[in-house]
T-cell receptor, first 113, second 113 residues
């Protein structure tokens, strides 16, 4: 079965870079996602990467994918206090047509001033 | 106006009571989902529906039932609530193809005493 693992907490100082890591088990995953959950709100898509890519950059966000090791990371440059949230990694296998994502447990990012 | 809305936002109920959580969407998506979120456990899928006539069990469907009244509405019921159903419940929608981003509602915080 599918399994997505993340560490539960990450604490960084404002202005530093944050790196949130995720490992997954389904080698047939087509898309991998990062969602952000701010306090008191639902999840919102931050970014995604297609499985045939190894890197994607979007402003302060960099997603790295190592398919061989089934490892996904999200780097946030110049982390701000507003980046404090829970970040969820998710994998989705599109090959069977179901597109049901499997979410990790979420990493709570705490940004200190 | 929010694309995915949930009612109620907060609910306190007693063990044994029947309770219904409602979800409405204006995104025109065929696919709708119910998740529960518990601290340290991340998001777990309860039920999902690919269209009005389609209902599927997720990872943790025991003790829950759903109704898809229309494309825009998907309700979650707890027939006889128990304390370990205390959690944050999220409804989500998706298109069902390509980068199948999930769009989440704001959540319903349910407490069962």
């Amino acid at each position: 079965g599918e399994d997505v693992e993340q560490s539960l907490f990450l604490s960084v100082r404002e202005g530093d870079s944050s790196v949130i890591n995720c490992t997954y088990t389904d080698s047939s995953s087509t898309y991998l996602y990062w969602y952000k959950q701010e306090p008191g709100a639902g999840l919102q898509l931050l970014t995604y990467i297609f499985s045939n890519m190894d890197m994607k950059q979007d402003q302060r966000l960099t997603v790295l994918l190592n398919k061989k090791d089934k490892h996904l990371s999200l780097r946030i440059a110049d982390t701000q206090t507003g980046d404090s949230a829970i970040y969820f990694c998710a994998e989705e296998d599109a090959s069977g047509g179901s597109y049901i994502p499997t979410f990790g447990r979420g990493t709570s990012l705490i940004v200190h001033p | 106006d929010a694309d995915v809305t949930q009612t109620p936002r907060n609910r306190i109920t007693k063990t044994g009571k029947r309770i219904m959580l409602e979800c409405s969407q204006t995104k025109g998506h065929d696919r709708m989902y119910w998740y529960r979120q518990d601290p340290g456990l991340g998001l777990r899928l309860i039920y999902y529906s690919f269209d009005v006539k389609d209902i599927n069990k997720g990872e943790i469907s025991d003790g829950y039932s759903v109704s898809r009244q229309a494309q825009a509405k998907f309700s979650l019921s707890l027939e006889s609530a128990i304390p370990n159903q205390t959690a944050l419940y999220f409804c989500a929608t998706s298109v069902g193809q390509g980068t199948d981003t999930q769009y989440f509602g704001p959540g319903t915080r349910l407490t069962v005493l």
